[in-house]
């Protein structure tokens, strides 16, 4: 059965029809005021343009920044100067300590024994000064003695001669008075040198020193003694963290001139390996800006303390050694030590990753 034939509506109803979906689909009219937006936003696109432009414009070249840069600080390895047995120990790791704190202390007996010796030989030495004094006084009563037996041999001799010109001597009477003459000149010779002896051994042999010699060395003996007594006490250079105390035990034997400890300062800089390229317009004095990867939107003002004078490569233990032939041109990077110039609340760890930028305006 075939369909029906569709209807046909009469004419009046196709104009009504027509009528309501031209109603339906004829847009409103847009408002003005959405027009002056669109004019607007159309203006604004290229300002911002131009003024970002002008931004990158002016400060272009003026900061050179870097990640490559890290906290540094001054670490003191503290070893004893004098060897023992530790007996006492008073700090312990990551302890903050101020200049003069006792940090260990060594076994003080054998040291104290070494005194005791030196005080000894101290006073050995000034007994043998005061023998040696009253040696010098025994030589001087030699020496006047032997002037008078010069003067009693001197005139035995001259009555000889005149007797032996007149013939009442005989030789042999004359030859011994002159050999009575020689000895006791020798004998004078013999306690002249005795006194100098004595003074010598009694003077300093040093110029403006009225300390006899061998009291000097007595004395410099002990002074040693004493000062490596005081050296079992040792302490803290500055103040500054202790650090690296797994040697530090009661008990252990310490050398000297090994490290016990380290004492990290409390004065951080932070060491900025800058690419040769950003060196152009860098100078001492600078300011630079500091962040932190451990603290987020921390951030510390710094300067330019000073640019370093090799690059880190030929300061390292196998600098790079490049032929003639074909090699590959590598950006050398430059330390540069950056002094922190403000306070924060933060601890800058030795070794904490920075992120440096320079201002280089100011001297650029």
């Not at 604004?44 to 990640?67: C, I, K, M």
Request: charged share 20%; hydrophobic share 45%.
């Amino acid at each position: 059965m075939a369909d029906a034939d569709p209807k046909i509506p009469p004419q009046g109803d196709r104009v009504a029809a027509a009528n309501v979906i031209e109603s339906v689909e004829a847009p409103a009219p847009a408002p003005k005021q959405r027009r002056w937006g669109r004019i607007g936003l159309m203006a604004a696109v290229p300002l911002l343009l131009a003024a970002v432009a002008g931004y990158f414009y002016l400060t272009g070249g003026r900061y050179v920044s870097t990640d490559n840069a890290y906290v540094q600080q001054d670490t003191i390895s503290i070893s004893p100067d004098v060897s023992g047995r530790i007996v006492q120990v008073n700090v312990k790791e990551n302890q903050r300590v101020k200049a003069g704190d006792v940090l260990f202390v060594i076994d003080q007996e054998p040291y104290k024994l070494a005194l005791a010796q030196a005080d000894a030989a101290l006073a050995t030495a000034r007994v043998q000064v005061a023998t040696m004094s009253t040696d010098t006084g025994s030589a001087n009563a030699d020496v006047a003695s032997a002037n008078a037996d010069i003067k009693l041999a001197q005139a035995t001799y001259d009555r000889q001669a005149t007797l032996m010109k007149q013939g009442f001597t005989t030789r042999a009477a004359f030859d011994a008075a002159a050999q009575q003459v020689a000895a006791a000149r020798a004998r004078l010779a013999t306690a002249q040198a005795s006194v100098a002896k004595a003074q010598v051994q009694v003077g300093s042999g040093v110029a403006g020193s009225g300390v006899p010699a061998a009291v000097a060395v007595a004395l410099a003996e002990r002074e040693k003694a004493l000062l490596n007594l005081n050296r079992t006490v040792v302490r803290a250079p500055r103040d500054g963290i202790i650090s690296q105390t797994n040697r530090l035990q009661v008990g252990n034997i310490t050398p000297s001139g090994v490290p016990a400890l380290s004492l990290v300062a409390q004065a951080p800089w932070v060491t900025a390996n800058f690419k040769e390229t950003d060196l152009a317009n860098m100078r001492v004095g600078q300011p630079a800006e500091l962040t932190f990867d451990a603290y987020p939107g921390v951030k510390v003002c710094g300067r330019v303390q000073s640019i370093g004078a090799e690059t880190g490569s030929a300061s390292s233990i196998l600098p790079a050694q490049n032929a003639t032939g074909n090699w590959v041109k590598v950006t050398q990077r430059v330390p540069v030590r950056i002094a922190i110039t403000c306070k924060t609340d933060r601890a800058l760890i030795a070794g904490l990753s920075s992120d440096v930028s320079i201002d280089t305006k100011p001297n650029g």
